[in-house]
């Protein structure tokens, strides 16, 4: 070998054989799937994954949730039949790979600059607590979607979900920026569909001072950031440090994951040290109109329904109707309530350095949701069985 040649190194590959089992019975469509690498110990960084379920691949991610560049997870979904296994192939390589799936979820943050209506990419950003954040960023804070509802969270002290409804289903945030224009709306985009006032729109996690719920506020620094854009799985962050709560001092960040195929929600609420006695409080909105409805059964699940003014514009837009429903464990629940503007229920996680619960919505404009308040209760429940009945993944050596 002449010197000063240079060798290229050898890409190193593991395969692996996953049993993904459904103990459920009812079929699961898209059903997540998340492996975490520390767990494989691996002697080597993972830079591309190859998921085949049988001889079709699936597509698949690779997220890397801490921010240090290198993957943490391998997430894909799959669909499951009522009471199936499925074994999938799963092939781990430090090569890295330009190939690509189509997208079926997307997460956008946006920075404003001195241009009008010119705008930078952002992953992250941070504030001063005493900062006025609400306009810092396009559409107010982070946003992300999959094909059948389109979500933002406010990057201020409500932190709370604002929710964008489809009339079809597909990707519209990177064109329409949350705010389509007249010509996209003749072409049939949605839009807002939801004003969330004082409110916590759709399982926002807030405070609560006994009688009704409260921001997230005072803190020292507030922040957002995207973890992941897809193609199977929009992953974003609302963080916050030093909130004074309940006489402790928190670091609080809460994890928003929203899966291909899926109008719910994931909610992963983390912090940096067990919690002591403190209680929060979620649910959804209470939504006005003539044919407003709530439905609970007592035991960690809410739902409502309504018609209302999104915007305060009410020439050009029309009213919207939207149900919501929120879903905690019964491990957390404290007690069930309710103030002037939430259908809620209290939680808390002492000992814990966090939990885990789900939020979802609907819109009457889909041409593929449900049309009613009834139907959408009836669906509450069933989504909540499904969330019940976890499927149990198995590394087979």
């Known amino acids: 070998m002449a010197a000063g040649t240079a060798t290229a190194a050898v890409p190193a590959t593991k395969t692996l054989h996953l049993e993904v089992s459904n103990p459920w019975n009812e079929t699961k469509t898209d059903e997540p799937v998340v492996v975490r690498l520390d767990d494989l110990h691996l002697d080597f960084t993972v830079k591309s994954a190859t998921v085949c379920n049988g001889t079709t691949e699936i597509p698949s991610q690779l997220d890397d949730i801490d921010g240090d560049l290198r993957a943490d997870e391998l997430a894909f979904v799959i669909d499951l ?16 790979t330009d190939k690509s799936y189509p997208p079926r ?6 920075f404003r600059t001195h241009k009008k209506d010119i705008y930078a990419k952002g992953v992250s950003i941070a504030a001063y607590g005493t900062s006025d954040t609400y306009t810092v960023l396009h559409h107010h804070g982070i946003a992300f979607e999959s094909e059948l ?3 933002r969270i406010y990057f201020n002290e409500k932190q709370t979900t604002d929710l964008y409804g489809k009339f079809r289903k597909g990707l519209e945030i990177e064109e329409s920026l949350f705010y389509p224009t007249d010509e996209q709306l003749q072409r049939g985009f949605g839009d807002d569909v939801i004003m969330v006032k004082n409110s916590c729109g759709a399982g ?12 997230v506020a005072p803190v020292v620094i507030r922040g957002q950031r995207i973890i992941a854009t897809g193609p199977v799985r929009a992953v974003v962050e609302a963080e ?17 994951t929203l899966y291909a195929g899926h109008r719910d929600a994931q909610v992963d609420v983390l912090f940096d040290r067990p919690l002591g006695q403190e209680v929060f409080a979620t649910g959804v909105q209470h939504i006005a109109g003539a044919d407003q409805a709530m439905y609970s059964d007592h035991e960690g699940l809410v739902g409502s329904w309504g018609t209302d003014w999104p915007v305060n514009d009410t020439v050009k837009y029309k009213k919207e109707t939207v149900g919501l429903g929120t879903f905690i ?8 309530v309710q103030d002037k503007d939430n259908y809620l229920y209290t939680l808390s996680a002492s000992g814990q350095t966090g939990f885990r619960y789900w939020t979802t919505f609907t819109s009457r404009k889909e041409t593929f949701g449900y049309p009613d308040a009834n139907r959408w209760f009836d669906y509450l429940q069933t989504w909540r069985k499904n969330l019940e009945q976890p499927i149990s993944i198995t590394l087979i050596e």
């Open 105 to 110: 979820v997307y997460a956008q943050m946006l």
């Open 149 to 151: 509802n389109a979500w």
């Open 81 to 96: 039949p009522a009471r199936s296994k499925a074994k999938v192939e799963v092939t781990l390589s430090t090569e890295k």
């Open 204 to 215: 926002t996690l807030k405070g609560w001072n006994g009688t009704e719920a409260t921001h």
């Open 329 to 336: 464990p019964k491990k957390y629940v404290v007690k069930e």
């Open 240 to 256: 916050v440090k030093g909130w004074a709560y309940q006489g402790s001092e928190l670091n609080m960040v809460n994890r928003y």
